[in-house]
């Protein structure tokens, strides 16, 4: 019974000394050694950045350079932003050049400021892109599984089952909807500035934000828009906590840690199962409105659950975006108001009415450019770089209107 005893300590603790052995290879193999190969594949090919820094790369760097500036930025210039959103390319854009290296804690990534590169990789070699582990596991719990955590075969295959809901025909149905929703705001905004006397200062993000959710609510599921509310709040909830529990030291170190019952993984649960749901409510309802009991094609709810967590997400948080931008740089150069203004009446007149007509992560070697770009590397596209480069834009440098005046763009679109 004794030796019995003692194999099964010795069993055991060979079992924790392989597992505690395979961990430490694994983790050294993840932040030492798998960073430091692609590092000089990249330098043997010309491609050079800041020094690799174990465990937190440049994280700490950028962080300090952020914290340099004043909490409330001034607005008079695009270009003051970027340090504070960008802080990589104002550290190194100009130091290293339009492709450098950079280590987002372990993770290595490459980032381009060529804007040849990017279309070449955007439209030839998009199938050689995955998303990271950190996006995969935001996108799968905050939207499910799925248009955008798919990938190859399964993507196409989400992608033409969606694709002639976005169609201009489909669109065409939608216009109304989408000026339903942002009427209410907007006549709200009318009457403020008029019981001030036609003089108001207004916070307008929350009202962008509810524009945004309105107009997805209303073209997805007609006049459900509380509804719709309820979902965003709570996806919003949910990525919230989620950040928290990425923000963890234990989410990293702890196997498994997003199935033990904490009080962040119960909240996370909680809204996604509400939100599951209030999704599942919303399809339902719709469903018997429009089938009224005939006989229908069958569909996999559970994609259709997923696209639509997707769609509510991800469109009012774009939406909400695109629109505070634009609204802020009308609001700093009140000429471009002016001039967008007269480009909508002489495309569409003074009717009130129109139509519609009117208007990442490798996942294999890529040689691309004369560049070989090793599986397992990370790209990202300095966009606001590419905005501010002077080889590129001239004496238009900066985020100025006139960068696309004169060029050739379909007129109802130019705007």
């Known amino acids: 019974m004794e ?14 000394a392989s597992v505690i052995v395979y961990s430490v290879i694994k983790f050294l193999r993840d932040s030492v050694w798998e960073p430091l190969r692609l590092s000089r594949i ?6 050079s950045g800041p020094p690799f820094r174990f465990l937190l790369g440049q994280y700490m760097e950028m962080v300090k350079f952020t914290e340099s500036f004043p909490d409330v930025m001034p607005i008079n210039d695009f270009a003051n932003m970027s340090p504070t959103v960008t802080p990589q390319n104002a550290l190194y854009y100009l130091k290293y050049g339009k492709m450098y290296l950079y280590w987002w804690g372990t993770m290595t990534r490459l980032a381009v400021g060529d804007p040849k590169f990017v279309k070449e990789l955007l439209i030839t070699n998009h199938d050689s892109l995955t998303r990271s582990r950190i996006e995969n596991q935001f996108v799968a719990e905050v939207v499910g599984k799925g248009l955008l955590s798919q990938e190859g075969e ?8 969606l694709g002639p809901f976005f169609h201009q025909k489909s669109l065409e149905g939608m216009v109304g909807a989408m000026v339903e929703g942002a009427a209410t705001e907007l006549q709200k905004w009318e009457q403020e500035v008029e019981k001030r006397g036609g003089t108001a200062e207004l916070d307008v993000e929350p009202d962008l934000q509810k524009i945004s959710r309105r107009i997805i609510s209303c073209t997805a599921f007609g006049d459900d828009f509380e509804i719709g509310e309820q979902i965003c709040k709570r996806q919003i909830l949910h990525s919230n906590e989620l950040w928290k529990t990425f923000r963890s030291a234990a989410y990293w170190l702890v196997p498994s840690y997003r199935n033990l019952p904490t009080k962040g993984n119960r909240s996370m649960n909680l809204y996604g199962s509400q939100v599951d749901a209030l999704v599942r409510g919303l399809i339902n309802a719709r469903r018997e409105a429009v089938q009224k009991g005939r006989q229908h094609e069958r569909v996999n709810q559970l994609s ?112």
């Open 3 to 16: 030796a019995v005893s003692v194999n099964v300590r010795n069993a055991v603790a060979v079992v924790v």
């Open 42 to 47: 990249m330098a043997k090919q010309g491609v």
């Open 154 to 161: 399964k993507w196409t295959s989400e992608r033409r089952t």
């Open 304 to 415: 259709v659950i997923n696209n639509c967590k997707l769609f509510y997400f991800a469109g009012q948080d774009t939406v909400a975006k695109a629109i505070v931008f634009t609204v802020l740089m009308l609001a700093l150069h009140p000429e471009w108001q002016d001039r967008c203004r007269q480009e909508v009446t002489e495309i569409l007149g003074d009717e009130q009415d129109w139509r519609a007509c009117d208007i990442s992560h490798l996942n294999v070697d890529l040689q691309l450019e004369g560049l070989f770009i090793p599986k397992g590397m990370h790209i990202e596209f300095s966009v606001m770089a590419m905005h501010q480069d002077k080889d590129l834009w001239g004496d238009d440098v900066g985020n100025e209107i006139c960068k696309w005046c004169g060029k050739r763009v379909y007129s109802s679109t130019s705007v």
